[in-house]
């Protein structure tokens, strides 16, 4: 980190700031030039508060050099996490489909989409119990009776299952979810992040709307600051201008995230584009940009479904695209496990 | 709402979907032209399932033509909303000012800034307990401390006092603060937006980071659709391209909202600049612009803040700047209470 | 279009509408509901002027069914687009590489780079002689002398060239260029597109870096609509709020322009991320999406570039590009001609 | 400018560098610390070419701490620029109003809006000959006609006028018009911007659809740097995920242009929200914010408008209006002269 002096401060204001940066364990580097002055702060700096040096007086500007996270960061950890979930390993090297409708409606609707999609290939099957929609007057999700039937349907076909937590007063309902997933509008709900921290629960972490690729990454620090490090992140799309498609996927979130963090990325083309036949052309993109899994809506009868009905597959639809997913996947020399 | 029927679509499947949505409570009103043929629906749509519709595969496209909340909507209620609040009103035609420190550092700290900010003219005493940080390694607030040092400074300056809560859990906790604040990464926090629309305590709700308008209502509706009808609308800045600053005042905002909603609107020009000096001509438009208060932060010693100080303004800043806004919203004709 | 009426309008002003509408070609059909009445517009209603209609007194809104362009709509032209430029194929089932410096800086740069682009795969010689840059004093490019060089490059390896028109009083100059650059800050210089559809030169017209893909269509329209067919879109990143990066490719670009239109659609990584490593992976992704081709910046040694130098590959990069460019496009059944 | 060298950077490359800033005129000011080195540069480094830097591979990263643009940099330049054109002076503690039709359609509209508005106060008259429309099927403008025109309705009120010019092509024929204004389209068509350069003509420039403060600044300066300091900001919104108005007034610009810039600096409300009932709060806005004036689109007939009709005020609203307007510029102590 470099702080950048005013131009004549007062020598003894300087000294007084110096004293307070050591004192963080800092060591400081001072370098005064003919008309700049500056700090360089070496050690652990992901600690140090930006926003508290700004407003010290005699501070003209502060530039982070290194990243502000560090559990999460691969230069303090150059392995690739694989994290281990109901008998599969999610991370670098592997590919898994994580699919199934985006809530769950009923007993039939779910082992219907469950079996279908485990016959096509897919590994986890992901569904939404308590759903966060926009209008209080939507459906909100059959809650409890959500979770048991995914249960059931774990038990019936063996796939792990992944659902959407709401809040950390939840924790004890979700014990036995697989996968607990954090949605996009719940990236920043640090409260909830710091119950997960708290956990040793593989976390699905979503990216937030309009979320920074570093303010996702200290969204996962707060998960492994915690002392939780199986945390996969996941893509959905980024709000822009663009008024024809729903979200815009960030395909170079994928590359970024592979360089600057040791953590798994997932793609969700379905909520990204927000439009069912787009769904193959992006999860196509995705396998080649290196993501290590897809996460797909499927419903057996997506004009009938209670969500997301315009962006799900159907169970032919979704057959279809696990042929073209296999052949590229063995292509780029992963598979399943 | 308008449905736009695909061409060529089976007669059978049309009559299926219109008395789908006749079972929701609409009168449909069918429009068959050479081209296009159109399903007009009367009757409350703010329930009716938009994605449901469009994944209705005899569905070419659904155009909302009124709006999708309706406790917050200014059509169904006329009038200007009012709230009361520790012996004051906040609304249309009144103008209220909350100052206070980003945290609650201190006795000292709070009872000097929340003396001299109500000597200036504050109304309300703005404080965070419970801080929501980018970073897990930043100062994560006093917690139960701070609340119980904003109830001193409370008793002792009269203020009413207005903090953050960020989960549906800490309600009880809450229960004797007099603005409960919503920040805006919460803003999507359905959980909580549901656990605050069961009591009737006055709710500041931030806008999201890129939150449009509309999601914002939808989130109001939350809370008013739960039954507490007390909701205090706060812009500040959204998210853009820009980087000169953190994050853009939305100042069209304000006559939006005042527009579409009865709901009063609050400006917070610290957190929308994030630079202290930019506090002011901020301020100045959003008075200008028709808004119903001001959250400012100010700090005893914003050098030494230990959150957001390069946005707070100093005791006499903030002092001066009272002086400009009792001259300016004289000028627009309204006053405290 | 639709156009919605308000409620209680008077007749005579409603029938003055329609009669205005009628006059411009269209057909009308009149749809009287309980609340609502709807005007169904039916014809060619790219002529027609939203923004005129919208300011009536009597309408409510108006509501675009079909896309306001037609030259470039799939639907009106539903077979592919293929431009033959230089002995080549530009279109969908063909995949080019068009590589080359940002700028040409000197006969000894250019041709080095050329020749060696050539020998990797490369089969168009890209280079800017009029560069825009954002600040009046970085370099502007050679000018009229980078023009006589990229001719003298193409002598010599049969490259045909691409490059950049600011303007439309340079089209004589630029008359044997094979194919004309329209940058992104001029993607609506209206000016130069209506020059350009004067001509029959293939144009590459990059996106606008905040363009929706309905107005960069528009801007394409602006040539067609002027007897020129031969457009090439070219998508080289969005301005978003993501700092970490230069502008974030819009994957989704590609299979929706593949949908909206039959023109050829390119990918530029190199403008998109800003950095030379992320080229590979984006370029994968575009491969995989549907992209036509890849405009790649390259240089024989571009730490001492004098624009993008960060972006550009040197000459053994760019040479291990084109191996996995192959392998890949040969994977997905397609050929440079 | 601060240049980060990569850690273990050999000497031999490093000293190159230091060499090549010198050569630029820079002095170097070189500083070694345990783990990072520290380049600083001093001088004019609005000239060095960052990107070209960062190329560079034995550099980490580069950061400017002055800003790239010095002719419009208040740094250089303290004084606030006062322009004067046709009898009027624009600029800091002066307010004018420019107001008139989107697009000049004929005598009789243009007279009848000319000799309105002024009668109310404004005291530059606006309209458009050549107009920049997304669609080439929209209406172009009267183009040489509407020139003729608003020549004629200056001889006729005394209004200086204000019009758009679209391309260095038309310079002669813009020869005596009082104000050329450059689009937000236009704004980094750089060879327009130069060839104002080289006049004396007054420019007004609007800011691009999502062009930073710095990129508009920067195009300020390609007009400076060529010699003509009579520059003219005017924001006009840009463009954000907001989907309920058209742009989004940045009001923030005002204040950080006026701290950063020494230039005038205008508001359009009409374009900034697209609807005719926002244009007076935001104009209330802008002058609480300290804008030196506003540009108002004002038809006789908005209704029937070739052009922005819905945004346009009719004679009356606009009188309304600048009723307003000086009420509230007395409260700031400004006025038109």
Redesign the interface.
């Known amino acids: 980190m ?1 702080i ?1 002096l005013k131009q004549n401060a007062p020598e003894q204001r300087v000294q007084a700031l110096i004293d307070d940066v050591k004192q963080q364990g800092m ?1 400081v ?1 001072y ?1 005064q ?4 002055t ?1 700090l ?1 702060l ?1 050690g652990d700096t ?2 140090v ?1 930006e ?2 040096l ?4 005699v501070v ?2 502060v ?1 982070r ?1 290194s990243e ?2 560090k559990a999460a960061n691969r230069r303090f950890h150059p392995m690739d996490t694989h994290i281990s979930v109901g008998g599969h390993t999610i991370g670098e090297g592997f590919f898994h489909v994580l699919a199934g409708p985006c809530s769950v409606e009923s007993e039939e609707q779910l082992l219907t989409v469950a079996q279908s999609v485990k016959a096509s290939g897919a590994t986890f099957l992901r569904g939404g119990a308590f759903k ?8 909100q999700g059959l809650e409890a009776d959500g979770l048991a039937l995914l249960r059931e349907a774990r038990k019936i076909t063996g796939l792990p299952i992944v659902t959407e937590i ?4 939840q924790l004890d309902e979700f014990e036995d979810v697989d996968i607990l997933q954090v949605g996009a ?2 990236m ?5 992040l ?1 119950a997960l921290g708290r956990t040793n629960k593989p976390v699905l972490l979503k990216r937030g ?2 979320a ?4 996702w990454l ?1 969204s996962a ?2 998960i492994m ?2 002392g939780n490090e199986n945390v996969i992140l996941c893509e959905r799309g ?8 729903r979200n ?5 979130a ?3 995230l592979k ?1 600057h963090s040791h953590l798994p990325v997932i793609i969700d083309p379905s909520h ?2 927000g439009i069912a ?2 769904v193959e ?2 999860a ?7 993501a290590d899994g897809l996460m797909i809506e499927v419903h057996n009868n ?9 962006q ?1 597959l159907d169970l032919d639809q979704f057959a279809n695209l696990m042929k073209e997913v296999r052949r ?1 996947t063995e ?1 780029e020399g992963k598979s399943a496990d």
Request: glycine share 4%; aromatic share 8%; net charge neutral.
């Open positions: 470099i950048i060591t580097h370098s030039g003919a008309e700049t500056i360089g070496i992901s600690r508060d926003d508290k700004r407003a010290n007086d003209f500007d530039r050099i502000p996270y966060p929609r926009t209008s209080p007057y939507s459906f709401m809040s950390e007063a509008r719940n920043q709900n640090f409260r909830l710091k709307l309009s920074t690729v570093e303010e200290m620090e707060y600051a915690g980024v709000r822009t201008f663009e008024t024809m498609i815009n996927l960030d395909i170079s994928v590359p970024l360089s990204a584009a036949w787009m052309p992006l196509r993109a995705a396998i080649a940009a290196g997506p004009k009938a479904a209670l969500c997301d009905g315009a799900s590229r292509f």
